[in-house]
């Protein structure tokens, strides 16, 4: 979610229902190096809380280093340690999944931070269920991981190989839950409150992880919570409050100044702007408009024009 989970679009998912977020991973390089680029990525507001600072290497010293740092400039919730991400530049640096190849370096790694906090606040880790199909030993990893003294383990349950193609599977994810004692939280394919309830029925896990479904619709978080109280579901968002999210989103953005002046930020914006458009009223025109947008002013005039059209 590097790119997406930003302090502004934490505060609008907390105020939307969800209960723990962890920021955009860091490179614990970065972070040694007092990067100010870097650094801003570990940024929260306290209303966020419970949040954790996600840290990503190879070396398990140097990583214990950066969560002391970390600890120091915010004291978050917790420490979250990154063995799924796929993407090849992280890969490269063995940092991500790439450490699920070998076990002795993940417990290297997890052991080395827990250490390094020396319990000032927990340290949990991220993992995906392999490296391939032919080596799928999340059930392994995970009890490392346990044995170095990370207290929860979220499970992506697709291995590196297949990115965010096909299915996750839900069973290794149930095999990890019954495998250690301490908490796993499941995460894949989880677009719905029925999905979050139907996981939390037939596995093991401890809680439930919505990751890219909350892209294009935050709303998912207010929609579980809902279903998971009711046993059912509620009506959708209605297109003026999602619209009206979108552009308070981009005004926040521009407020901040994280992605330089106006114009600078709306280009950067331009991809969540698209997933945020999914399903609205003449998409396809609007993603073409959206390609070119420079103005929050733009945005507010797309917003009334599809509202004022009675999408």
Request: charged fraction near 25%.
């Amino acid at each position: 979610m590097a790119g997406v989970t930003d302090v502004i679009f934490r505060g609008l998912c907390k105020e939307l229902g969800a209960d723990v977020m962890v920021t955009e991973f860091v490179s614990a390089e970065g972070i040694l190096q007092a990067d100010a680029r870097t650094r801003k990525y570990t940024e929260f507001v306290e209303s966020q809380r419970p949040v954790g600072v996600q840290l990503f290497g190879a070396d398990g010293q140097r990583m214990g280093e950066a969560a002391k740092k970390i600890i120091d400039w915010k004291r978050p919730d917790f420490i979250d340690l990154n063995f799924g991400c796929p993407v090849n530049k992280v890969v490269a640096k063995n940092g991500g999944s790439s450490l699920l190849k070998d076990a002795s370096l993940v417990a290297a790694v997890a052991a080395g931070v827990v250490r390094a906090v020396g319990g000032q606040v927990p340290v949990t880790a991220k993992m995906r269920i392999g490296w391939d199909a032919k080596s799928i030993n999340a059930v392994e990893v995970a009890r490392t991981l346990e044995d170095c003294g990370v207290r929860v383990i979220a499970v992506h349950g697709r291995t590196r190989s297949q990115g965010y193609g096909g299915e996750a599977s839900w069973d290794v994810i149930d095999a990890v839950a019954r495998a250690v004692t301490v908490p796993v939280i499941g995460n894949g394919d989880i677009a719905s409150g029925a999905d979050v309830a139907r996981r939390q029925r037939e596995t093991a896990v401890s809680g439930v992880m919505i990751g890219r479904a909350a892209m294009g619709n935050p709303w998912v978080f207010r929609e579980a919570k809902h279903f998971l109280a009711s046993g059912g579901s509620q009506p959708p968002a209605l297109l003026e409050e999602r619209w009206h999210l979108v552009v308070r989103h981009c005004r926040l953005a521009v407020e901040s100044g994280r992605h330089g002046n106006e114009r600078q930020t709306l280009t950067s914006m331009r991809t969540r702007l698209m997933a945020y458009c999914k399903g609205f009223p003449g998409a396809k025109e609007l993603r073409q408009k959206l390609c070119h947008v420079e103005s929050v002013g733009e945005i507010e005039a797309m917003a009334a024009g599809s509202i004022g059209d009675g999408g």
